[in-house]
Nanobody, 124 residues
Framework: RVQLVESGGGSVQDGGSLTLSCVASGLRFDLASMAWFRQAVAQMREGVAVSPADGIPVYGDAVKGRFTISRDNAKNTLFLQMNSLKPDDSAMYFC??????????????????WGQGTQVNVSS
């Protein structure tokens, strides 16, 4: 059974930074594509960043240049370094996975497994 557990969310001020983590189990992490999504209240889930197992990361337009996705295959852990945070970045952040190596989609429907989320709040 695939499990994804996010952590690292919290409250920061405008311009601050946070690093999110997602620990995965029940899958071949080194062969899986991994991603971060976010969902604000009353809004649709939005793709933030994708880390294909063997490819170049993909970023949503809203976070390009500010967020960096990375992974530690030895620790089955996915990261999201978030810099220059803005109030519009406030949302529940979800980790997602798909046991296929070269998924680059930012569409939620293309992802198979999801974590429970970690909340990020950015105040102005």
């Amino acid at each position: 059974r695939v499990q994804l557990v996010e952590s690292g969310g919290g409250s920061v001020q405008d311009g601050g930074s946070l690093t999110l983590s997602c620990v995965a189990s029940g899958l071949r992490f080194d062969l899986a594509s991994m991603a971060w999504f976010r969902q604000a209240v009353a809004q649709m889930r939005e793709g933030v960043a994708v880390s294909p197992a063997d490819g170049i990361p993909v970023y949503g337009d809203a976070v390009k240049g500010r967020f960096t996705i990375s992974r530690d295959n030895a620790k089955n852990t996915l990261f999201l370094q978030m810099n220059s945070l803005k109030p519009d970045d406030s949302a529940m952040y979800f980790c997602a996975s798909r046991p296929v190596s070269l998924v680059k989609s930012l569409f939620p429907s293309d992802w198979a497994f999801w974590g429970q989320g970690t909340q990020v709040n950015v105040s102005s």
